[in-house]
């Protein structure tokens, strides 16, 4: 393993989940735009700071880090994905609610005792 393989693997996970975030938003109109863009930023935030940890000095064993790197990469980008679904479920259940029919209403009936006090007045 090596440094030029681990900045492969950050960049291919998290370009792969913005790509998927941004299918969210394409496929999905009732996603919450904001929550997505939300989840885009920590994404490229988490990207920075994985960038910033492959170029850091390391001392001691350099595989040891780097396997500890890929971990980590795997672990938070799960959490992501983890937030992104459920981002998804809440525009599923919401899309669902809307496909409900609503209550009908029974029309409203005459009452016999209406009809029953027009005819003792005439």
């Known amino acids: 393993m090596n440094l030029r393989d681990v900045k492969k693997d950050i960049d291919y996970v998290l370009s792969a989940f913005i790509e998927d975030c941004t299918v969210c938003l394409a ?10 863009a939300d989840l885009m930023e920590d994404a490229v935030d988490l990207y920075n700071e994985l960038r910033d940890k492959v170029g850091a000095k390391v001392e001691g064993s350099k595989k040891a880090y780097y396997n500890g790197l890929r971990k ?3 672990e938070r980008t799960d959490a992501l994905y983890t937030k992104l679904s ?3 479920a809440k525009a599923g259940e919401a899309a669902e609610e809307e496909k409900k029919p609503a209550a ?3 029309p409203a ?3 016999p005792a209406k009809k029953a ?6």
């Not at 496929?27 to 997505?36: E, G, L, Q, S, T």
């Not at 006090?117 to 005439?122: A, D, F, G, N, T």
Request: glycine share 0%; no cysteine; aromatic share 0%.
């Open 27 to 36: 496929v999905n109109p009732k996603a919450d735009d904001k929550v997505i």
């Open 72 to 74: 980590e990469i795997l």
């Open 86 to 88: 459920e981002a998804v």
């Open 104 to 106: 009908k209403k029974a």
């Open 109 to 111: 009936k005459k009452t």
């Open 117 to 122: 006090v027009k005819k003792e007045e005439e």
